[in-house]
């Protein structure tokens, strides 16, 4: 899931929201009755917001109006500034430990879930906005709300889903239609690719959305999970050997170099023709769209979910953009103020639109957006949080979880089987190991 999407991406979207959105198409979005939470904004206040940086230059550009727009309504001087992805998480700590910084911070995931005691509770803005737009979808549930209770600590604005991209040619070419679910048969289908000189590739590389991404689908397809649903550790167990044996024989098919792939390796892969099938977000598909050199690559270019595997549904979980308010801001109604305002359908759809699908709505009335009608290839990233997988599934999320994430113990417990440095057996002994250090009970 890279983030080296140039202006090129879409043409005159900076200028749609300045002109009210007029640049972006109407969508039906249906809202329900609902009071709105009172919010008197404090005497003098100013908010800075620290964010990902945006994968879609639009992103950018209209999410910054959009502050601008709350500004003007408000008087609320807003500054945001947008980080890389490997720098939020460890700014987030920073100003966590410190209690100075940003009011208002989007993380990813879990983020709310390890700083809890340093939040302020958003149950009022996350119960109005999740009435007036259809409630929250699963996933938007899962990362906003406190393990066990009905208490918000996060404010979910979309998720990035990373389903399989694959060129219709070559699979037609070795006698398939598109990627089965059947994982047998999926493992045929990458051998047979392989043998045409048009071979997959996922990442094993401490990636943070790919190669977090094809480790937890491999091991959730074969029903293994690093932690049960109290939080004990359960990946040494003969579903994750299984998979791992799998993966044995799934990675002689890769591309080579995919062991040190990072999040945009696979984007230069496949933009290159040397990768033919891999999991990403929907901005390869339009980086490849919008660029003469590469046009035939997208339209050669399809999107299914994942294999299924052993499971009734696709395993995915969305990377998840979580908004939090923290305790040492001197202007929390402000800051609630401002994040319910920008989930509000004048602010919320432009955004979504000019995402083109890269971050999808936590919200059902936004399934109903003009961005899922916009390009049939687009359409699959609509459901992104209506999954029922998370990062840790399937203990409680926790600080626990998200360490055991952070330190990659999937990731390399794959890439140690697939490098021949580890068997099966002794990689999930060594995974097992590592996450006990965080799963303590």
């Known amino acids: 899931m890279s983030y080296i999407i140039t202006r090129r991406s879409i043409l005159g979207a900076s200028a749609a929201i300045a002109a009210g959105g007029s640049a972006f198409a109407q969508s039906a979005i249906q809202t329900q009755p609902a009071t709105a939470p009172n919010l008197p904004i404090e005497n003098g206040a100013t908010l800075r917001m620290l964010r990902p940086v945006r994968f879609v230059q639009p992103d950018e550009e209209v999410f910054r109006a959009n502050c601008a727009r709350f500004t003007q309504q408000t008087g609320v001087q807003v500054r945001v500034d947008f980080v890389g992805w490997e720098d939020i998480t460890q700014q987030t700590a920073v100003t966590a430990n410190t209690g100075a910084g940003p009011d208002v911070i989007i993380g990813f995931n879990e ?72 994982l047998a048969q999926y493992l045929d289908l990458c051998k047979k690719l392989k043998a045409a000189n048009k071979p997959p590739g996922f990442a094993l590389g401490n990636a943070v959305g790919d190669g977090n991404g094809f480790a937890n689908w491999l091991i959730w397809s074969h029903g293994g999970y690093l932690v049960d649903e109290e939080g004990k550790v359960a990946i040494n167990s003969p579903q994750s050997i299984e998979a791992l044996n799998y993966l044995k024989e799934l990675y002689a098919t890769f591309v080579p170099g995919t062991i040190a792939w990072g999040d945009i390796s696979n984007n230069r892969a496949y933009a290159a023709q040397e990768c033919w099938l891999t999991a990403n977000g929907v901005s390869l598909y339009f980086a490849l769209k919008n660029d003469p050199a590469t046009r035939a690559i997208a339209d050669d270019t399809e999107h299914t979910l994942l294999p299924k595997g052993k499971l ?64 049939p290839k687009v359409r699959i990233f609509k459901d992104t949080m209506r999954s029922n997988f998370w990062i840790g599934y399937k203990g409680p999320i926790s600080e626990a979880s998200a360490a055991a994430n952070a330190d990659y113990i999937m990731v390399q417990m794959c890439a140690s089987v697939a490098s021949g440095q580890a068997t099966p057996e002794q990689a999930v002994r060594e995974a097992e190991r590592r996450a006990r250090r965080f799963f303590r009970r």
């Open 312 to 375: 009734d549904t696709s395993p995915m979980a969305g990377l998840t953009l979580n908004a939090m308010v923290f305790k040492h801001s001197r202007f929390p109604n402000a800051s609630k103020a401002l994040l319910s305002f920008l989930l509000e359908t004048p602010q919320y759809d432009p955004w979504l639109q000019a995402n083109l699908g890269y971050w999808a709505q936590p919200l059902e009335a936004y399934a109903a957006s003009a961005v899922w009608d916009s390009d």
């Open 111 to 182: 983020a709310p879930h390890i700083y809890v005691d340093k939040l302020v509770e958003l149950n009022d803005v996350a119960e109005y906005i999740g009435t007036k737009y259809g409630g929250w979808l699963p996933l938007a549930q899962k990362y906003g709300k406190r393990h066990g209770t009905n208490n918000w600590i996060g404010l979910p604005f979309g998720a990035s889903g990373g389903p399989l991209v694959w060129r219709k040619s070559a699979l037609n070419q070795v006698g398939f239609q598109a990627p089965p679910d059947d």
